[in-house]
């Protein structure tokens, strides 16, 4: 490590390192592209003091040591010039080639990820991460080695960007490498960044680790030489390597499952390097014969690899002085694949067949990168990201015995689509090892799948949007209606959008809807009502997430004289009028530091007494109260529309801390199991609590919808806390999707 820490400004290290890797460099190219970004980043320093150009070096360096091509190493040198040095991608074209210079472009393209961030520009900055992955994949092997690096020096940074840093490298990069599979890199990465997310936790563990290794600091060496002789009087070829388990893999399975640390029965670990797949199986026996294994803890990688190429067979045993470990047994080549993923299947292999192998174990970017087109909603883009690419796999077989990978929590429409678009549009039911079952039915992993389908079937239905969890299936059931049902969609469309202009201006002209449609689908990408009527019916965009853009789109065209005001406006301006003051309303908000202001809340978000609010100035109907965090806020702050009629809000202090004599709507998504009387248990709890139930339905099957009426944030969390003790409910979720 101290070795990887040093600081190089020169490229001698460099040179030595690819010369050791015995492969044919173009060292004078690469000792050009040094020239290039030295000379360049000539008088910039990092935050530490050190030269500017020892990070680029160091960059070359971790990816001389995944042992890629001249241009990977010729990319990693300059990778920052065209950012921080005022170089063209021409320039780099120029001299270095064309396959550097889509590299270096690749890599500049991906900037900071604030992932706590929804905004549609950060969320961009993933997409074009992704893209330049499906051109390239050296992008993002070179941008992880970037990013580890500037891990290993997050030190210098003041603790606010070190923490911003440490989470987006925890909730991207990390999760980026797992899926790639280079293992060695991940691990890196998330102790590194649980150090400064959680410096306690992390020297709590790092504790434990340094007393237990101390009490059996002979214990490995011991295993390992009883391990030795037994397959060497088997005559087996091998590699034996010991290891610790990671800070961080005790962390996560201490804090995520709840387990103590001396519920860790793989802190120790043996790996076992073989020839050949067959003696895998024998030197497991022989493992077995050894010792004892513990139930449940044999795991075959091999049969049944994970979808980042990892294979290799697991078990876990206890020796002779009762302390358990893992054995990890696998190939030579399964090794390099395990330390280093498809990074090591792109350095080992070449040629046509096997560039049409990796292209298939890159399907997952490939099926992202497919639904850019009609996922115009960051949430949602951020939502498939975290499904497809960050969430762990449910492995099911098809009745011919093909293995699928899907995301957990995957249901047969899911699986039917993996298979083809063509038997998810067929699709009339399924059966899961050989007995139906409905379409929703959650994979379990090893079961047996089968699609049945009809070639009368009328295709997808509508709510199977709803049902589906993976970003492809949705995509292309999407697609289907796009293209099959196109007149519907754009009568849903411009029915749904036309209820939305009545409920927010209640009287305007339909010379004045059409002006608001026109305008609003402008402003969100469509050139056309028809096209933009058509996203809106078949799913593609969500009005409630437009719902603040509408209402300026609204308060723009429609004068506020031309709005009819309701009761309550009539009888304010009355009072308002024969009093000369201003009427105080039973809101219990604040804006501007006035009391008196007539204000509504908004439906996109339900704010309640404790949430933080703003408010935003309409045209005739009042201020509109958003919570701060809306994602209509948040958009409108983005787009930069009338900054002035934003007004800092807050709630009375009586309100905020429920001793207010008024009541707020809430809105409860209640997700539950299939159970006899699970709706009459979930309002007898309500009517136990005296929650007024202001409107209750079924957004779809298993999925209830609630509003209710509740004082504060407070109240409302006391009342979800009830319902959730509840056999059968399976998670509640604020709001209405």
């Given amino acids: 490590m101290n070795q990887e820490l040093s600081v190089h400004t020169d490229i001698q290290h460099l040179i030595q390192l690819l010369k050791a890797t015995k492969k044919k460099y173009n060292l004078p190219k690469i000792e050009k592209a040094y020239e290039f970004a030295r000379s360049h980043h000539e008088g910039q320093f990092r935050m530490s003091g050190e030269p500017y150009i020892s990070h680029p070096i160091a960059v070359a360096e971790i990816v001389a040591g995944l042992e890629l091509d001249t241009d990977s190493i010729c990319a990693a040198l300059l990778h920052d010039t065209v950012e921080d040095c005022q170089v063209t991608v021409e320039e780099i074209e120029k001299g270095f080639g064309k396959d550097v210079a889509l590299l270096v472009d690749g890599l500049t393209k991906i900037v900071s990820l604030q992932v706590e961030d929804r905004e549609e520009a950060h969320i961009e900055n993933l997409r074009k991460m992704l893209l330049a992955m499906s051109k390239d994949i050296r992008v993002i092997f070179i941008k992880l080695c970037d990013r580890l690096h500037n891990m290993r020096t997050l030190s210098a940074k003041e603790d606010s960007k070190r923490r911003l840093t440490a989470l987006e490298t925890m909730q991207v990069y990390a999760p980026l490498a797992h899926r790639l599979g280079m293992q060695k890199i991940k691990q890196e990465l998330e102790n590194l960044s649980l150090r400064f997310l959680d410096p306690i936790g992390y020297a709590e563990i790092q504790k434990y680790i340094d007393q237990k290794y101390g009490q059996n600091v002979d214990f490995i060496e011991n295993i390992r030489k009883q391990v030795d002789q037994k397959?060497?009087?088997?005559?087996?070829?091998?590699?034996?390597?010991?290891?610790?388990?990671?800070?961080?893999?005790?962390?996560?399975?201490?804090?995520?499952?709840?387990?103590?640390?001396?519920?860790?029965?793989?802190?120790?670990?043996?790996?076992?390097?073989?020839?050949?797949?067959?003696?895998?199986?024998?030197?497991?026996?022989?493992?077995?014969?050894?010792?004892?294994?513990?139930?449940?803890?044999?795991?075959?990688?091999?049969?049944?690899?994970?979808?980042?190429?990892?294979?290799?067979?697991?078990?876990?045993?206890?020796?002779?002085?009762?302390?358990?470990?893992?054995?990890?047994?696998?190939?030579?080549?399964?090794?390099?694949?395990?330390?280093?993923?498809?990074?090591?299947?792109?350095?080992?292999?070449?040629?046509?067949?096997?560039?049409?192998?990796?292209?298939?174990?890159?399907?997952?970017?490939?099926?992202?990168?497919?639904?850019?087109?009609?996922?115009?909603?960051?949430?949602?883009?951020?939502?498939?990201?975290?499904?497809?690419?960050?969430?762990?796999?449910?492995?099911?077989?098809?009745?011919?015995?093909?293995?699928?990978?899907?995301?957990?929590?995957?249901?047969?429409i899911d699986f039917a689509y993996a298979v083809h678009s063509a038997v998810g549009d067929k699709m009339v039911g399924a059966k899961i090892n050989g007995m139906i079952v409905p379409i929703d039915h959650t994979l379990v992993n090893g079961e047996i799948v089968e699609i049945l389908t009809s070639s009368s079937s009328k295709g997808p239905s509508r709510d199977w949007l709803k049902i589906v969890k993976t970003s492809s299936a949705r995509s292309k059931i999407r697609a289907w209606f796009k293209k099959e049902k196109r007149s519907e969609n754009i009568a849903v469309g411009e029915a749904a959008l036309e209820s939305e202009i009545k409920r927010i201006c209640r009287s305007c002209t339909e010379a004045q809807k059409t002006e608001i449609a026109e305008s609003l689908a402008h402003r969100v990408g469509y050139n056309g009502l028809e096209d933009f009527y058509n996203a809106i019916g078949y799913g593609a965009i969500s009005l409630s997430k437009l719902q603040l853009r509408l209402e300026e789109e609204c308060a723009k065209v429609v004068r506020p004289e031309e709005v009819e005001q309701t009761e309550e406006e009539k009888i304010a301006e009355a009072v308002s009028k024969a009093t000369g003051k201003k009427i105080r309303s039973n809101s219990g908000v604040v804006v501007d530091g006035e009391h008196g202001c007539l204000v509504k809340f908004a439906k996109c978000c339900n704010p309640l007494p404790g949430d933080e609010i703003i408010g935003f100035v309409t045209r005739g109907y009042g201020i509109s109260i958003h919570k701060i965090d809306c994602p209509n806020v948040i958009q409108s702050m983005k787009d930069g529309g009338e900054p002035e009629r934003w007004k800092e809000a807050h709630w009375e202090n009586a309100v905020a801390s429920g001793k207010g004599q008024g009541m707020y709507e809430a809105l409860l998504q209640i997700y539950v199991s299939d159970r006899i009387g699970m709706l009459a248990d979930i309002t007898s709890v309500l009517a136990d609590m005296k929650v007024s139930i202001l409107y209750i339905g079924m957004a779809e099957k298993l999925v209830i919808n609630l509003k209710i009426g509740c004082r504060n944030v407070d109240h409302y969390e006391s009342i979800v806390s009830r319902l959730r003790k509840l056999d059968g409910v399976e998670n509640i979720v604020r709001g209405f999707a």
């Fill in 231 to 412: 397959l060497a009087e088997n005559k087996i070829h091998f590699s034996l390597e010991g290891r610790i388990k990671s800070v961080y893999s005790i962390y996560k399975k201490m804090y995520n499952q709840n387990k103590s640390f001396d519920e860790i029965y793989d802190f120790y670990a043996l790996r076992i390097i073989v020839d050949t797949e067959l003696e895998c199986y024998t030197a497991l026996g022989l493992i077995h014969e050894m010792f004892n294994s513990i139930p449940g803890r044999f795991k075959d990688y091999i049969s049944t690899p994970k979808p980042n190429l990892y294979r290799s067979l697991h078990t876990t045993v206890i020796g002779r002085d009762g302390i358990p470990f893992e054995v990890q047994i696998r190939t030579w080549e399964m090794h390099q694949v395990a330390e280093y993923g498809v990074c090591a299947h792109w350095k080992y292999k070449s040629g046509a067949s096997s560039k049409e192998e990796l292209d298939k174990k890159l399907e997952w970017i490939s099926r992202l990168i497919e639904t850019e087109d009609d996922q115009r909603d960051p949430d949602e883009f951020m939502n498939a990201l975290k499904t497809d690419i960050f969430q762990d796999e449910v492995f099911v077989f098809t009745p011919k015995g093909d293995v699928f990978s899907l995301p957990n929590g995957s249901n047969v």
